[in-house]
């Protein structure tokens, strides 16, 4: 997947969040992402997210082959926890973790109604 060049530069970012340190997403997803991971950090829930777990943002890639871009392909999505939340398994997301995500206006993959996909969060936007 090659997406253009002007697109990347304008609107893909590397920026600092709490408890994963540098990550790569669309610029208009980061504050989002950073104020969840903030209070997952004020609220002492920082050990939900593993950083050392986590599979991206940023990934030029369609969902299957041959099939629509994902939002990774965006910078508009998120995986976190992944090897423990594989998709298609059984979620072992703390709910903790998927309501504030919610709050901060992404949508769980876990509760997609076809193929789960427990580490995927997607940004909603506002």
Do not use: K
Not at 15 to 24: E, F, S
Not at 25 to 44: I, N
């Amino acid at each position: 997947v090659r997406l253009d060049p002007a697109f990347l530069r304008r609107q893909i970012v590397s920026r600092q969040v709490p408890v994963l340190g540098t990550v790569t997403c669309h610029r208009r997803m980061v504050p989002a992402l950073r104020a969840a991971l903030r209070e997952l950090d004020r609220r002492g829930l920082g050990r939900l997210v593993d950083p050392g777990d986590y599979a991206g943002c940023y990934a030029p890639r369609r969902i299957r082959p041959g099939g629509s871009l994902s939002l990774h392909a965006w910078g508009l999505a998120v995986d976190l926890n992944a090897s423990a939340n594989p998709f298609g398994g059984r979620s072992r997301q703390d709910r903790r973790l998927v309501r504030v995500m919610e709050r901060h206006d992404f949508t769980w993959g876990g509760d997609f109604p076809t193929t789960p996909d427990p580490m995927h969060f997607e940004f909603r936007g506002r």
